[in-house]
Nanobody, 115 residues
Framework: QVQLVESGGGLVQPGGSLRLSCAAPKNIFSAYTMGWYRQAPGKQRESVATVTSGGSTNYADSVKGRFTISRDNAKNMVYLQMDSLKPEDTAVYYC?????????WGQGTQVTVFA
């Protein structure tokens, strides 16, 4: 079983920022696309952002211009910088390893944006 360890969630007011981090095993991290998914209460999980092993990124329309995904290949880490947060960003955020589709999931970290 691949272990993905997320950190950085929390409570923040609208307009605030948070940075999520995810540590992945080296043999997995170097070869695969990494990403962040989220699941809000009563909703299905959705893709937020992905980054390939070569550094190409893709974002959900709802977060474009506000969120930035990045990876540090030397540290086997992937990050999600979230700025200008909105209440609708409230969700559990999951770090994922993607091979065509998400194949490994972290346990999730809660992000709550409250007024």
């Amino acid at each position: 079983q691949v272990q993905l360890v997320e950190s950085g969630g929390g409570l923040v007011q609208p307009g605030g920022s948070l940075r999520l981090s995810c540590a992945a095993p080296k043999n997995i991290f170097s070869a695969y696309t990494m990403g962040w998914y989220r699941q809000a209460p009563g909703k299905q999980r959705e893709s937020v952002a992905t980054v390939t092993s070569g550094g190409s990124t893709n974002y959900a329309d709802s977060v474009k211009g506000r969120f930035t995904i990045s990876r540090d290949n030397a540290k086997n880490m992937v990050y999600l910088q979230m700025d200008s947060l909105k209440p609708e960003d409230t969700a559990v955020y999951y770090c994922v390893v993607i091979f065509g589709r998400p194949v490994y999931w972290g346990q999730g970290t809660q992000v709550t944006v409250f007024a």
